[in-house]
C-alpha cells in the first residue's frame, strides 16, 4: 500500500528555521518525483514545487523560489521541506504528494497525499 | 501564479446531477490535456478524482466524469449524494510556470 506519512504540526516563531518531512512506503521510491503543495487557513491550494527523489533534481514555483528550499534522503526514503527565516505569512497547511507521470514530468499528476503538516509560525 | 477560475459554490439535490467548470488559458487548460480534478473534505488531504480530463482512478466511482472544450475543464457528479459534499479543486499543468496550477476551489453542497 503507497503510504506518505508527514512529520507533525509545528509551531515557531518568526525569524526560525523549520524542516518538515514526508516518508514514502509502498512503493520505489527513488522512482518518482514528490511534490509540495500549500494551504493557508480557509483558502485554496497552491503549488511550491517537486523534487526527484532518485537524483534531487528540483523545480520550484516560480512565487515559492528563494523562500523554501526541497531536499531528499534516499536512505530513509524521505523528502523535506525547509524554511531558513519563517514568516507569520508561511503559517498553512503543507501537503506532500506523489506525482504519478507515465511520460515527462508535466504530464503528470498527484495519486497519493500525506495527511498533511500545519505550520504556525506566530509571535 | 493566476489560479484557474471555478465558480465558488454550486449545489444539488442527492441523485441530481452537477458539473463544475474550471477556466484557465491557452497556457495551461486550453494547452494540455493535463487536467485532474480533487475532492477535500473538511480537514482532509485532497483525493485524486481524475486525471488527464477525463480519466479515472481505480476506486473513484463512475458518478464522477471529466471533459474539456478550449481553455474549460468541467467535472460533473451524476447521482449526487450526501458524501459528495466536500471541495473540489481543478489543476492544470502551466507551461508559463513549468509547474501546476490549481483553481480556486468550489464548495459543493449537497441539498
Known amino acids: 500500500e503507497v503510504q506518505l506519512v508527514q512529520s507533525g504540526a509545528e509551531v515557531k516563531k518568526p525569524g526560525e528555521s523549520l524542516k518538515i518531512s514526508c516518508k514514502g512506503s509502498?512503493?520505489?521510491?527513488?522512482?518518482?518525483?514528490i511534490g509540495w503543495v500549500r494551504q493557508m487557513p480557509g483558502k485554496d491550494l497552491e503549488w511550491l514545487g517537486i523534487i526527484y527523489s532518485g537524483d534531487s533534481e528540483t523545480r520550484y514555483s516560480p512565487s515559492f523560489q528563494g523562500q523554501v528550499t526541497m531536499s531528499v534522503d534516499k536512505s530513509i526514503n524521505t523528502v523535506y521541506l525547509q524554511w531558513h527565516s519563517l514568516q507569520a505569512s508561511h503559517t498553512a497547511i503543507y501537503y506532500c504528494?506523489?506525482?504519478?507521470?507515465?511520460?515527462?514530468?508535466?504530464?503528470?499528476?498527484?495519486?497519493?497525499w500525506g495527511q498533511g503538516t500545519l505550520v504556525t509560525v506566530s509571535t | 501564479q493566476s489560479a484557474l477560475t471555478q465558480p465558488a459554490s454550486v449545489s444539488g439535490s442527492p441523485g441530481q446531477s452537477i458539473t463544475i467548470s474550471c477556466t484557465g488559458t491557452s497556457s495551461d487548460v486550453g494547452g494540455y490535456n493535463y487536467v485532474s480534478w480533487y475532492q477535500q473534505h473538511p480537514g482532509k488531504a485532497p483525493k485524486l478524482m481524475i486525471y488527464?480530463?477525463?480519466n479515472r482512478p481505480s476506486g473513484v466511482s463512475n458518478r464522477f466524469s471529466g471533459s474539456k472544450s478550449g481553455n474549460t475543464a468541467s467535472l460533473t457528479i451524476s447521482g449526487l449524494q450526501a458524501e459528495d459534499e466536500a471541495d473540489y479543486y481543478c489543476q492544470s499543468y502551466d507551461r508559463s510556470l513549468t509547474g501546476w496550477v490549481f483553481g480556486r476551489g468550489t464548495k459543493l453542497t449537497v441539498l
Open positions: 509502498g512503493y520505489r521510491f527513488t522512482s518518482y518525483w
Open positions: 488527464e480530463v477525463s
Open positions: 504528494a506523489r506525482l504519478m507521470a507515465p511520460g515527462a514530468y508535466f504530464s503528470g499528476w498527484y495519486d497519493y
